[in-house]
């Protein structure tokens, strides 16, 4: 029982966090329903990636690598990377660019901010 106990808790734990990450295959998909929030990034800028991405409530999160999605990437003109693009059933509503030094200026409440808005929106 010790065992189940501990699996469970482990597999919740791994669960909890975790941000999905889209390819060509399944990008169309994922973002077609409601709120999504897509961090475009690539592993060679790790260190820039926006570390808030799976703290954002309201919404669902994914990221983007630009090397295994690239189809979306070309399709919605990612020049820079990390790009932050929200999207409300499939259609881009705001996107966050970085600055000259690929650092993402937008800050954790800033997306948040914009998804409430989007939020808000819908029950007026």
Do not use: H
Not at 31 to 43: L, P, T
Not at 75 to 90: F, H, L, Q, S
């Amino acid at each position: 029982m010790r065992k189940l106990i501990l699996a469970l808790l482990l597999i919740c734990l791994s669960a909890y966090g975790s941000v999905e990450y889209l390819t060509n295959g399944n990008f169309n998909s994922k973002i077609s329903k409601g709120i999504v929030v897509v961090e475009y990034w690539a592993e060679w800028n790790n260190a820039n990636k926006f570390k808030e991405l799976k703290d954002l409530k309201d919404c669902t999160v994914y990221r983007a690598c630009i090397a295994k999605c690239s189809d979306a990437a070309s399709e919605y003109g990612i020049k820079a990377i990390p790009t932050v693009i929200i999207y409300d059933n499939g259609e881009e509503i705001k996107r966050f660019s970085p600055n000259i030094m690929l650092q993402l200026e937008a800050s954790g409440k800033d997306v948040q901010s914009a998804i409430d808005e989007i939020v808000l929106n819908k029950f007026q």
